[in-house]
């Protein structure tokens, strides 16, 4: 290959995109998409760190200063938590309107999400949600269309081609030059993007965001390359301009807009997740399983009096409703964490369904290892949402032990056979509790997260080279 | 010459191999996707039942042991206690646990558009009226709902635009145009045939699927109420259809080539489908902020705190005093227990107007918003269509709105009903007889009379729109052209 010629190839391509008026025109839409996306996505994340950084502050203020008072009621009361929100947010928000990120750990049990922005969004929320990564994912494709369904076939029209060809010039450097050129202008569309967004996150960046943007950036040049080689195959195979036109926008609307619902609602079909109100009901029906008040506070006071060979309750060295509360707290979590959890496998069993069938539509590979790596996907949900449990089961333990080893219990004037909790705790009891703190697992991790996302854009990318080769061949045989 | 043209461009489209798969992958997907929609209704529709029943199960249990309890008093075996311990004749208790739940039904038209009802709690359960949240993938969620909406806002116009970018397009580049217009044929009626004959397998593939869905609809629900719903959501779709091919016929009318239409077209998509959408919801959620969720959390499990500082005697004195319905002039007048239970109905109250204040802000903020949206909608057809067919289904916040308020109505006659027997303590007891008085919840439509009344705006802004790109298109395919003058 003469890759003077190809150069020389790709300049002239890159002339005539820049005298195209419609380019021009699909630019300007472009720039105009992005920059709302980029001020929307970047005031709603100041706005969500901001909040959060500061309701955290005050959380634990209140947690510290909240006087004497019986552990019971600090723990019903809980505590709030607030899953990290990444720089990355501003290029991709992921599921966090739905899941939220301020979670209320309640003392009683585990809960599903807390605190859905969506509850209170205004009916623009599906229409209007636009991110820099599903301008990157929709439109820069549709943008693609419009220069790419002309490439070989409106100069095969006008016998353009033809005169090409008897130039000496092969059939693999012209489409060489082709490819460049367009392959040019996406890296031009992504670095925009990503140049952008290191600008506005600049102050908050870190090792960690700095490769997963970057892998972001790949992935997109992947998903985009692939779109590429289709679009010249199409382009090649297709005998008029408006058939091409016509094939690519069919393929365009299936991929971006009809393949994400459908792919979920088969998802849903294949693993189906019960209707709410059936879960409801479940747990309902677990709850009527376990022992009732009185029955565990019978077998927990006659436990008791046996383990410490006493035959009055007065006579315990600690309190039986504290050991009653532990019990119960571990009743509560038998009935509620493996339901909730195998919610969880479902979605996860779902994405891993909805990844699968990426195989046939690259937005849907791109679409989750950009949620991943932005860290804003229902697995980064599940892994802030697991260490949240795992301290409020700390937290709750403590506080039932506290009371479990009150030494008050045994000279307190209340009766000890009563439900009434004697213990109090202050200000020192609460800062034995740490703050919650969370770190956010590494890319690698989200990356093994969306293998079969990231095997799929592997195979869209190779894919694109392969149609490209295709097209080299049948732009030959023209 | 208007039907012979129609006739030939009919053929042609024929043998197009666009044409035909547009329009059958429309029509297999818009009756596909409301049969799975009607499917999914009916599978909450069976959950809503399963639910319904075990909440009147518990009921009935606890009525039978209130049952036999009365039937050893009338045999001499017990003595009637009073007050009666916490329990199925302690009204406390019944209070408690054996509120029936509120169910929110699925909306018998939810597979047109689903709006937000896969977000919103599907109903509310004792003790406290707790939401059943719903518990959908986070991932569906964002990706959206694949529903009858959904292809007729986004889909149905690309299908238009699809099958009529290149009206003339073509033929203006192959010069074919001129030599039609030298036969004695005027433009405007040339463009208006082959309009109309592009228009017909849209329209095929949209009767094909509404006679296919119609027979399905009756599984759900069949009354004059649908069928006005119904008739009404086809108008707003033939206007919004309208305009688009108005909008393609304007765009054929420049006499530019096929690409270029395209092209034009396809901006006009992003413009009303994608970006005044998404500039609206941008404006209105900057404009309008929703405060932090945080701030709701807060609320919430901090108003006991609040209220237990407050003077519990006046606070009793201020409810039985705002509460004449329970029939005491004063708190003293309330029997002696009595007392105790007015205090926690009175702290109860007051919990609720905390969190009622601070849910407020949240439902004021939301309401600007739509409010700021509602007023700019005019600018964009796809959100005026979406409007309309979520709020015909009762999907969207306006059904949220309407089932809020009847679900608040009911827990005020609920808490009514249970205190008003509490209050009679020491001497009162609940009774087997009275749990067949426990108020249900049933929720009401809205009667369509008042959603058309809400709607006839929008309905008028589709048509003044689709009205306005008609008559460009008319003014477009009249006016000279340059080229016109060789014909």
Request: proline residues 5%; aromatic residues 10%; glycine residues 6%.
């Amino acid at each position: 290959m003469r890759w003077g010629i190809v150069v020389h190839i790709t300049r002239n391509e890159l002339i005539r995109l820049s005298r195209d008026r419609r380019l021009l025109c699909a630019a300007f839409a472009l720039l105009l998409l992005l920059s709302v996306s980029f001020a929307g996505g970047t005031g709603t994340y100041r706005r969500m760190a901001a909040e959060n950084s500061r309701a955290q502050a005050a959380e634990r203020e209140r947690w510290l200063n909240q006087g004497t008072r019986s552990p019971i009621n600090a723990g019903d009361q809980g505590i709030v938590v607030f899953q990290p929100v990444s720089p990355l947010f501003i290029l991709d928000s992921g599921v966090t309107s739905y899941t939220g990120s301020a979670n209320l750990l309640e003392g009683d049990h585990e809960n599903l999400f807390g605190a859905k922005p969506a509850e209170y969004a205004n009916s623009l929320l599906r229409m209007g949600q636009l991110t820099p990564a599903r301008t990157l994912q929709v439109f820069v494709p549709l943008l693609l269309i419009f220069l790419l369904y002309s490439v070989i076939s409106e100069e095969r029209d006008t016998s353009l081609l033809r005169q090409i060809f008897a130039c000496s010039i092969s059939p693999g450097e012209y489409a060489a030059g082709k490819i460049l050129a367009a392959d040019g202008l996406v890296a031009l569309i992504v670095a925009g993007v990503m140049v952008s967004f290191l600008l506005l996150a600049r102050r908050e960046l870190s090792a960690d965001i700095g490769m997963r943007a970057m892998l972001i950036a790949l992935g997109y040049l992947a998903y985009l390359t692939a779109f590429i080689g289709t679009g010249l195959y199409v382009s090649a195979r297709c005998t008029t301009g408006r058939q091409a036109l016509l094939v690519m926008l069919c393929g365009w609307a299936g991929v971006c807009l009809l393949a994400p619902p459908l792919a979920s609602r088969l998802a849903q079909a294949a693993r189906p997740l019960p209707p709410s109100l059936s879960w409801a009901s479940e747990i309902t029906a677990a709850q009527r399983q376990v022992m009732t008040v009185e029955e565990r506070r019978a077998a927990v006071r006659k436990q008791l009096l046996e383990q410490y060979k006493v035959s009055s309750l007065r006579d315990l060295p600690v309190d039986p409703i504290g050991a009653e509360l532990l019990l119960e707290n571990a009743d509560e979590a038998r009935v509620y964490h493996p339901r909730i959890t195998g919610l969880r496998d479902i979605y996860e069993s779902q994405n891993r369904f909805y990844e699968g069938i990426s195989f046939a539509a690259p937005l849907l590979a791109i679409q989750a290892l950009s949620m991943g790596l932005a860290g804003a996907d229902t697995a980064a949900h599940r892994h802030f949402a697991d260490a949240a449990e795992e301290y409020r089961t700390g937290f709750v333990y403590f506080l039932n032990d506290y009371i479990l080893h009150d030494p008050k219990y045994k000279t307190s004037s209340t009766f000890p056979g009563t439900d009434l909790v004697i213990t109090t705790a202050g200000p020192e009891v609460w800062a034995r509790i740490p703050p919650f703190t969370y770190r956010q697992p590494d890319y690698v991790w989200a990356v093994l997260n969306h293998r079969i996302a990231l095997c799929a854009l592997s195979v869209w990318f190779a894919a694109g080279l392969v149609t490209t080769a295709l097209s080299i061949r049948r732009i030959g045989l023209t | 010459m208007f039907w012979k043209i129609a006739r030939q461009h009919l053929l042609l489209e024929w043998r197009d191999p666009a044409a035909l798969p547009v329009s059958i992958i429309l029509a297999v997907l818009l009756v596909s996707i409301s049969f799975s929609g009607v499917g999914r209704i009916l599978e909450q529709r069976k959950a809503e039942e399963r639910f319904e029943k075990e909440w009147r199960q518990v009921i009935q249990h606890t009525q039978a042991i209130d049952r036999a309890i009365e039937d050893r008093i009338a045999a001499g075996i017990e003595e009637e206690q009073l007050p009666p311990p916490f329990g199925a004749r302690h009204p406390g208790y019944p209070y408690a646990w054996c509120k029936p739940a509120i169910i929110k039904p699925a909306a018998a038209l939810s597979w047109l558009a689903e709006g937000k009802s896969d977000i919103y709690a599907s109903g509310y359960a004792a003790p406290h009226f707790e939401p059943v949240e719903q518990i959908d993938n986070p991932l569906r969620l964002v990706n959206g709902n694949l529903d009858v909406a959904f292809v007729l806002v986004y889909l149905l116009p690309l299908c238009i635009l699809i099958l009529s970018f290149d009206l003339t397009g073509s033929d203006c580049e192959t010069g074919l145009l001129r030599l039609t217009l030298a036969q004695p044929v005027r433009f405007s009626t040339l463009l208006s045939a082959r309009l109309g004959a592009s228009a017909l397998p849209v329209l095929g593939a949209m009767f094909v699927a509404a006679a296919a869905i119609v027979p399905g609809i009756h599984r759900i629900r069949d009354d004059s109420d649908i069928g006005a719903r119904l008739l009404m959501a086809a108008a707003a779709t033939i206007l919004y259809a309208l305009f688009w091919w108005f909008a393609a016929a304007a765009v054929n009318s420049m006499r530019r080539s096929a690409p270029v239409n395209a092209t034009i077209l396809g901006s006009f998509w992003l413009l009303f489908v994608i970006f005044i959408p998404v500039t609206l919801h941008a404006a209105a959620t900057f404009i309008y902020p929703v405060p932090p969720r945080a701030e709701l959390i807060d609320a919430e499990r901090s108003a006991p705190q609040r209220v237990a500082k407050l003077d519990q005697i006046s606070l009793s004195r201020d409810f039985i005093a705002h509460h004449p319905e329970y029939g005491y002039a004063s708190l003293d007048s309330v029997p002696g227990l009595g007392r105790v239970y007015a205090g926690s109905a009175a702290r109860e109250e007051a919990e609720d107007r905390i969190i009622e204040r601070e849910t407020g802000r949240f439902r004021e903020a939301l309401r600007r918003q739509e409010g700021f949206i509602d007023g700019f909608s005019a600018f964009s057809p796809a959100i005026l269509l979406n409007a309309v067919l979520t709020d015909l289904s009762g999907t969207g916040w306006r059904g949220e709105e309407a089932f809020q308020e009847q679900k608040e109505r009911y827990v005020q006659r609920t808490i009514f009903f249970f205190r008003s027997r509490e209050f009679r303590f020491p001497n009162g007891v609940f009774t087997s007889q009275e749990y067949d008085l426990i108020p249900f919840f049933e929720f009401q439509d809205e009667p369509v009379a008042g959603v058309i009344q809400r709607n006839r705006r929008a309905l008028l802004w589709l048509t003044l729109i689709g009205g306005f790109m008609g008559v460009t298109f008319r003014y477009l395919s009249t006016r000279r052209f340059p080229d016109q003058i060789y014909a």
